[in-house]
């Protein structure tokens, strides 16, 4: 049997080198030959050429960062991590002997697989997991600034120089405060976009950035497909994954030598934007606005229903994709019932509004082994946000790790939601989170004390129960 | 070319009683620092954890690679420990370390000669006779030959 290896590490300075020959030693002592290519700081050594691919039986690539696969389309290949490479080294050479090891697939295969849809081998399925947490990562750590700087420049004009009207909190025209709201506005703007880039960027390199930003501001800009909200951040994970394959697919394309140079500067980034930005504004954006206009028209003729129940839906639409088109829906609802006279739909309304962000940083001061460092400084401002009804100040949580934190915020929105329709709370001001209660727009204010501590921990709890320590998380 | 151009006789530590990962990191640092081969030792050790969080750098048998690649050293070295018992390298897996080597590298570095070295001590390390040498060696000078013989 003949097989090759790549290794490669982050620093490049060691455990590339030693992998490369615990492989080499193993290989020996299993009477296997075995040719290792070490990509460390040096540089690529010992290059695999494309007739030793054709002969091999099988490949190993033992690496932490990225490595091109695709010249080892059609082979046996096996992906591991360098320390897997060094301490069970004899076991993944077996795995090959054993017939084990699935043979890799063509890049467009793989990025379908993305969603895996088709039953296909578990441990498959688990990388593609690790690929995806590693790009939703790369994205959501460039996004955390944003939404800080965003939120907090809000949170504070909105506190400091808020006024409430039946509009929502309105800050004076040509006031300090309304500039640094509108600073704050501009970090919002660019969360969004700045996800969807990092995410593309993370799959796709370089010529990814440029397609996932745009995707990601047309995906938070609803105008541009007759919606009357945006896609929010779920949308813009969308728009970023899906730039980020369109680019990756387009690189692994083979062009003439000539076009070469221009490729990863011109041509994928144009044609990936175009691609994106169309898919977005003709498949994706159109069913928003229909899914919105079918919310509210459900919400309308929930009308009559049963209280309880129209507070668990109301909590969960807020809560599920924080300024996003559901949480749109749901707001613009209660907004309207207060300007029907009915202040009572808005207090359950409002309780939901600041339970994530409350949640979450009540989340991370509970348990910091559960969350990077970065969202343990996410964590207190988002304190700060949810004190003033920012409910996006969750987001960062919610896109780095959607299935746990999605699952534990909406349940915290309904409990809350649901003591305070049965409390009785009112709100007179279309806007959510403590400060409402500052201005007398609040009916009832012990119970929407209640109804939000109520909330807040039933989400801190649940998502730090779902959640593991940050070291078992790779 | 071998590791006689990274080491030295004071980057050699013997009989070491640390009984954490930490302080045989504190400890080998400091010998670095002592030796002038960091500007800064803080942002030195910054680098060294950064690196064992994204994994633990042991390599098995009793054997650990702290690497650090950074601006805050001034020139290559290494530093070896043997410490008295075993240290526990990474809590997850109870990997333990008792023979650990240190290796600063300045961010940019022109020339790769000394990775090539690097790169043939790992080579070494591997040797399961060349492990049993150092482990039963009873002076700096008798581990400095062994380092050090092509």
């Given at each position: 049997?003949?097989?090759?290896?790549?290794?490669?590490?982050?620093?490049?300075?060691?455990?590339?080198?030693?992998?490369?020959?615990?492989?080499?030693?193993?290989?020996?002592?299993?009477?296997?030959?075995?040719?290792?290519?070490?990509?460390?700081?040096?540089?690529?050594?010992?290059?695999?050429?494309?007739?030793?691919?054709?002969?091999?039986?099988?490949?190993?690539?033992?690496?932490?960062?990225?490595?091109?696969?695709?010249?080892?389309?059609?082979?046996?290949?096996?992906?591991?991590?360098?320390?897997?490479?060094?301490?069970?080294?004899?076991?993944?050479?077996?795995?090959?002997?054993?017939?084990?090891?699935?043979?890799?697939k063509d890049k467009t295969e793989k990025a379908d697989a993305a969603i895996p849809a088709e039953g296909k081998e578990l441990k498959q399925e688990s990388k593609v997991k690790r690929y995806l947490y590693r790009d939703l990562m790369n994205g959501v750590s460039?996004?955390?600034?944003?939404?800080?700087?965003?939120?907090?420049?809000?949170?504070?004009?909105?506190?400091?120089?808020?006024?409430?009207t039946d509009k929502g909190f309105v800050i004076p025209e040509h006031s300090l405060w309304k500039t640094i709201n509108d600073i704050g506005t501009v970090g919002f703007q660019f969360m969004v976009p700045i996800l969807a880039g990092f995410i593309a960027m993370s799959i796709a390199d370089r010529p990814g950035l440029a397609p996932g930003m745009i995707?990601?501001?047309?995906?938070?800009?609803?105008?541009?497909?007759?919606?009357?909200?945006?896609?929010?951040?779920?949308?813009?994970?969308?728009?970023?994954?899906?730039?980020?394959?369109?680019?990756?697919?387009?690189?692994?394309?083979?062009?003439?030598?000539?076009?070469?140079?221009?490729?990863?500067?011109?041509?994928?980034?144009?044609?990936?934007?175009?691609?994106?930005?169309?898919?977005?504004?003709?498949?994706?954006?159109?069913?928003?606005?229909?899914?919105?206009?079918?919310?509210?028209?459900?919400?309308?003729?929930?009308?009559?229903a049963s209280k309880i129940v129209l507070a668990l839906i109301l909590g969960a639409m807020i809560t599920f994709d924080m300024g996003g088109p559901i949480n749109k829906v749901a707001f613009l609802f209660g907004a309207a019932m207060i300007g029907q006279g009915n202040p009572y739909i808005m207090g359950p309304i409002a309780t939901a509004i600041c339970i994530p962000p409350l949640g979450m940083g009540?989340?991370?001061?509970?348990?910091?082994?559960?969350?990077?460092?970065?969202?343990?400084e996410a964590g207190k401002a988002a304190l700060a946000m949810g004190l003033v009804g920012i409910t996006e100040g969750a987001i960062p949580f919610a896109s780095r790790d959607p299935l746990r934190v999605i699952p534990s915020i909406m349940a915290g929105g309904m409990v809350g939601s649901v003591i305070s329709m049965l409390g009785h709370v009112g709100d007179s001001v279309p806007h959510g989170g403590p400060i409402v209660m500052l201005f007398s727009a609040i009916h009832n204010i012990p119970m929407f004390i209640i109804g939000i501590i109520a909330g807040v921990l039933v989400t801190a709890f649940m998502v730090n129960a779902l959640k593991k320590p940050v070291s078992d998380q790779q | 070319m071998n590791l006689s151009q990274l080491i030295n006789h004071d980057l050699i530590l013997l009989d070491v009683t640390a009984d954490t990962?930490?302080?045989?990191?504190?400890?080998?640092?400091?010998?670095?620092?002592?030796?002038?081969?960091?500007?800064?030792?803080?942002?030195?050790?910054?680098?060294?954890?950064?690196?064992?969080?994204?994994?633990?750098?042991?390599?098995?048998?009793?054997?650990?690679?702290?690497?650090?690649?950074?601006?805050?050293?001034?020139?290559?070295?290494?530093?070896?420990?043997?410490?008295?018992?075993?240290?526990?390298?990474?809590?997850?897996?109870?990997?333990?370390?008792?023979?650990?080597?240190?290796?600063?590298?300045?961010?940019?570095?022109?020339?790769?000669?000394?990775?090539?070295?690097?790169?043939?001590?790992?080579?070494?390390?591997?040797?399961?006779?060349?492990?049993?040498?150092l482990l039963s060696a009873t002076s700096k000078e008798g581990v400095y030959a062994l380092l050090t013989e092509e």
């Open positions: 049997m003949k097989l090759l290896a790549v290794t490669a590490c982050p620093t490049g300075i060691a455990h590339t080198y030693i992998a490369a020959e615990k492989l080499k030693k193993t290989a020996a002592d299993l009477g296997i030959t075995i040719k290792v290519e070490t990509r460390g700081s040096i540089g690529v050594e010992n290059e695999i050429t494309p007739e030793e691919i054709m002969e091999a039986d099988g490949v190993i690539i033992a690496a932490d960062k990225d490595v091109e696969k695709e010249r080892f389309r059609g082979k046996r290949v096996l992906e591991c991590s360098v320390a897997d490479a060094i301490h069970k080294t004899e076991s993944l050479i077996k795995r090959f002997q054993d017939g084990e090891v699935p043979v890799y460039f996004m955390i600034p944003f939404v800080v700087i965003g939120g907090l420049l809000i949170a504070i004009s909105i506190g400091l120089g808020g006024v409430p995707g990601g501001y047309i995906a938070a800009n609803g105008s541009f497909y007759g919606s009357a909200a945006g896609a929010g951040f779920i949308g813009g994970i969308v728009a970023g994954f899906i730039a980020g394959y369109i680019a990756k697919g387009l690189k692994a394309l083979k062009v003439p030598k000539m076009i070469q140079p221009i490729m990863p500067i011109l041509v994928i980034p144009l044609l990936t934007s175009l691609a994106v930005s169309l898919i977005f504004i003709y498949i994706i954006g159109a069913p928003i606005s229909a899914l919105m206009e079918a919310l509210t028209h459900f919400l309308n003729t929930m009308q009559g009540l989340a991370t001061l509970l348990n910091k082994r559960k969350y990077y460092p970065e969202e343990q | 990962k930490d302080s045989v990191i504190e400890t080998l640092a400091a010998q670095l620092k002592q030796t002038g081969a960091l500007h800064d030792i803080e942002a030195f050790k910054e680098a060294i954890f950064a690196r064992e969080n994204q994994g633990h750098t042991g390599i098995g048998f009793g054997v650990a690679i702290p690497h650090g690649k950074s601006d805050a050293v001034s020139t290559p070295r290494v530093a070896f420990a043997r410490t008295v018992s075993d240290v526990t390298w990474d809590e997850q897996s109870g990997e333990r370390a008792q023979l650990i080597f240190m290796i600063a590298v300045p961010e940019s570095q022109a020339g790769n000669e000394h990775l090539k070295i690097l790169q043939m001590l790992a080579v070494k390390l591997i040797d399961d006779s060349f492990r049993a040498k």
